[in-house]
T-cell receptor
Framework: LAKTTQPISMDSYEGQEVNITCSHNNIATNDYITWYQQFPSQGPRFIIQGYKTKVTNEVASLFIPADRKSSTLSLPRVSLSDTAVYYC??????????FGTGTRLQVFP | EPEVTQTPSHQVTQMGQEVILRCVPISNHLYFYWYRQILGQKVEFLVSFYNNEISEKSEIFDDQFSVERPDGSNFTLKIRSTKLEDSAMYFCASLRTDSNNEQFFGPGTRLTVL
């Protein structure tokens, strides 16, 4: 499974847009890019998934360039409740999830 | 919205004792997983289960671990002889097969081995 690299931490203020970029240089043709969110002492929660181009849902957007070697999770207008760890993962549809250390996002008032 | 449930939420046990962690996956899901997260560390894959058999397991999942789907709803993880280093949050997850790889995670069981 492709290894991913993302920033260890990011800080933001309420109301700002946050973009977290992940690199996955060795992504395979059949791999999807998936982002999860985790709050302390809770299980990870699916945010968004994409294969190429742009995907948008009610909570986030995912931008994937043509070479698919990176992706950017965009959180519009973050609030304090978005403070969490965000994980970028790549893999096939039913593959085990291999979590890295993720990006710890801290949102300040 | 359907959800994965896990019991108990917290289990305290003595080293060497057997524990069984229980999970009820979402009813129409066909793939099941166990993960664990030691305090302050990454979420680690333990095992995946499909069609009533293990499809993949990690190096962590040694002979002390076993999984079972004893009926149509429960999915259990058994640790035969717990060690101090088994103390962690254990998460169960399930996946439908007709959608993307959106694994639904349960709230976890915090296992404390004394």
């Amino acid at each position: 499974l492709a290894k991913t690299t993302q920033p260890i931490s990011m800080d933001s203020y309420e109301g700002q847009e946050v973009n977290i970029t992940c690199s996955h240089n060795n992504i395979a043709t059949n791999d999807y890019i998936t982002w999860y969110q985790q709050f302390p002492s809770q299980g990870p929660r699916f945010i968004i998934q994409g294969y190429k181009t742009k995907v948008t849902n009610e909570v986030a957007s995912l931008f994937i360039p043509a070479d698919r070697k990176s992706s950017t999770l965009s959180l519009p207008r973050v609030s304090l409740s978005d403070t969490a760890v965000y994980y970028c993962l790549v893999g096939g549809r039913t593959d085990k999830l291999i979590f890295g250390t993720g990006t710890r996002l801290q949102v300040f008032p | 919205e359907p959800e994965v449930t896990q019991t108990p939420s917290h289990q305290v046990t003595q080293m060497g004792q057997e524990v069984i962690l229980r999970c009820v996956p979402i009813s129409n899901h066909l793939y099941f997983y166990w993960y664990r997260q030691i305090l302050g560390q990454k979420v680690e894959f333990l095992v995946s289960f499909y069609n009533n058999e293990i499809s993949e397991k990690s190096e962590i999942f040694d002979d002390q671990f076993s999984v079972e789907r004893p009926d149509g709803s429960n999915f259990t993880l058994k640790i035969r002889s717990t060690k101090l280093e088994d103390s962690a949050m254990y998460f169960c997850a399930s996946l439908r097969t007709d959608s993307n790889n959106e694994q639904f995670f349960g709230p976890g069981t915090r296992l404390t081995v004394l």
